[in-house]
T-cell receptor
Framework: DSGVTQTPKHLITATGQRVTLRCSPR?????VYWYQQSLDQGLQFLIQ???????AKGNILERFSAQQFPDLHSELNLSSLELGDSALYFC?????????????FGPGTRLTVL | AQTVTQSQPEMSVQEAETVTLSCTYD???????LFWYKQPPSRQMILVIR??????QNATENRFSVNFQKAAKSFSLKISDSQLGDTAMYFC?????????????FGKGTKLSVIP
């Protein structure tokens, strides 16, 4: 158990819908990373938040957005869903500010878009 | 942009034998980190081993060791005395501080099967 929790574990929805994935980082970790794992694209970095502010953006679609709240949990919002958005979405956390620390991964949320 | 290449989509090894998984990367950065992550059927991402680029000594964690060749931009993983529990996808990953973020760039993965 990494200490990172993600809810829900599974999500099934229809095209055009909007969903919210939630991540609670390890206690004390200020940084949250979101990754997408799909058959087509492999594992890709989406976005990072550090202490409530966006730190870095990767291959995140405009239909996707994220935020980190004062209690440090983070949410990834996916809208106008398409079949290709079906994937496993991971959240990872670490204490990192300006030096490297290991990222601890949550169990992931499996999203299926029908 | 950083890229990570794993040229072996699938590999198999007999239990108790040794196997080496290959990884090459491309970067213009000098200070960076390299990792091998394991993803068993449970889908959990588990860090196996990491290497800091400024360290010449190859990292070792129990049965897992790496061969880090910085000039060749190569980072292979050796698993000794393979066990059934080593059956998993293995991902090579790269991180460096770009604008204060250490996001991971992953390779496509190698599916390792350990055969009894």
């Amino acid at each position: 158990d990494s200490g990172v929790t993600q809810t829900p574990k599974h999500l099934i929805t229809a095209t055009g819908q909007r969903v919210t994935l939630r991540c609670s980082p390890r206690s004390g970790d200020l940084s949250v990373y979101w990754y997408q794992q799909s058959l087509d694209q492999g594992l890709q970095f989406l976005i990072q938040y550090y202490n409530g502010e966006e730190r870095a953006k990767g291959n995140i679609l405009e239909r996707f957005s994220a935020q980190q709240f004062p209690d440090l949990h983070s949410e990834l919002n996916l809208s106008s869903l398409e079949l290709g958005d079906s994937a496993l979405y991971f959240c990872a956390s670490n204490p990192a500010g300006f030096s490297y620390n290991e990222q601890f991964f949550g169990p992931g949320t499996r999203l299926t878009v029908l | 942009a950083q890229t990570v290449t794993q040229s072996q989509p699938e590999m198999s090894v007999q239990e108790a034998e040794t196997v080496t998984l290959s990884c090459t990367y491309d970067t213009s950065e000098n200070n960076y980190y390299l990792f091998w992550y394991k993803q068993p059927p449970s889908r959990q991402m588990i860090l196996v081993i990491r290497q800091e680029a400024y360290k010449q000594q190859n990292a070792t964690e129990n049965r897992f060791s790496v061969n880090f060749q910085k000039a060749a931009k190569s980072f292979s993983l050796k698993i000794s005395d393979s066990q059934l529990g080593d059956t998993a996808m293995y991902f090579c990953a790269f991180a460096y501080s770009g604008a204060g973020s250490y996001q991971l760039t992953f390779g496509k993965g190698t599916k390792l099967s350990v055969i009894p």
